[in-house]
Every structure is written in C-alpha cells, then in structure tokens.
C-alpha cells in the first residue's frame, strides 16, 4: 500500500476495532472475476493463506457464510451433508449483496448486514495468518486465524477440493 492510499473505513474494519482485534490492512489494483489469484499475486502471497468469503443458501433459501481457501472449491454435497440438509449452493450475487451488504468481489465476513451462521474450512486453522475481505474490493486484512474463531465463532468443516 502506497503512503497516500489510506485504507477504507468499511463496516467490516468497524467490528474488528470494535472487537480488538489486531489485523493489517491490505490494498492491491483489483480485477474483474480475478478472484484470489489476482490477490495472491498482487500482495505476493500463497493463494492458499489468501480465504475467500462465500454467501451460499441452503436449499430452504437460509443464507450462510463459508469461509474457504482461495486455492479450494466448496464441495456442496458435503457441506450439505455437514449441515444435515438436502443441498447448499452459492446465492445469486444480487442475493448475495443483499445478505452481506457487501458488493460481490469484496465480501467480508465481519459486519455483515443480516446475521449468518458462519463455516470455516477446518485446515485454515493451520495457518499463521491469513489474508481475508476488508469490505471492499481491492482490500484485503491479514490476522491470525484464531481471531476468526474468537469474534465469528464458526462451525468448523472438511468441505475444501481441489478445483478445475
């Protein structure tokens, strides 16, 4: 991040002041359908640390938060399998938008407009520090992983495969 650039007060960075947590801010030129990739390579990190925030629906319409690395798809069948309903699947981006009040591309799970069960890929524990959606696209925040579980309190799955 250059010295002019100042990173947004988004509602996102509002609840992580709010709950002390402790994260660094991230900005990066962000690309059209670029996705984690884009990120990665612009903040020269492993894609895997990079953890993408997906709004998806159960098959009752009940909006959920899952959490995934960026290197990783979400298995639908096993989630739902995980939840106990009959299907998951990823709501359309208006829906989306509409559940977190983020615009798609920049997606936080902190601060979202309706209240939603939170999921987190098990592994991404694992890490040292990840790098997630401040709010906005363009910018991300890194923090220890632990803090997720601390402000978030998610559910924890083994859902991550290995995309196309």
């Not at 992580?16 to 801010?25: A, I, T, Y």
């Not at 030129?29 to 993408?52: N, W």
């Not at 989630?79 to 299907?87: D, L, N, P, T, Y």
Request: charge should be positive; charged fraction near 25%; aromatic fraction near 4%.
């Amino acid at each position: 991040m250059s010295d002019h650039e100042k990173p947004p007060m988004t509602t996102a960075i509002r609840q992580l002041l709010d709950e002390g947590v402790e994260f660094s801010s991230h900005l990066f030129r962000y690309e059209e359908k670029g996705g984690t990739s884009v990120s990665s390579r612009e903040l020269g990190v492993p894609e895997h640390a990079v953890i993408k925030t997906l709004i998806m629906e159960t098959d009752a319409k009940e909006p959920m938060v899952i959490l995934m690395h960026g290197d990783l798809q979400v298995s639908t069948k096993q989630m739902a399998r995980e939840i106990g309903v009959k299907s998951v699947a990823p709501c359309k981006p208006e829906v989306a938008e509409r559940h977190s009040g983020y615009q798609v591309g920049g997606t936080s799970p902190f601060g979202t407009r309706k209240k939603m069960p939170v999921y987190i890929e098990k592994s991404i524990l694992d890490l040292e520090r990840i790098f997630i959606n401040g709010g906005r696209r363009g910018y991300l925040v890194s923090l220890s992983p632990q803090e997720l579980i601390r402000v978030l309190k998610p559910v924890l799955v083994n859902v991550g495969i290995r995309g196309k």
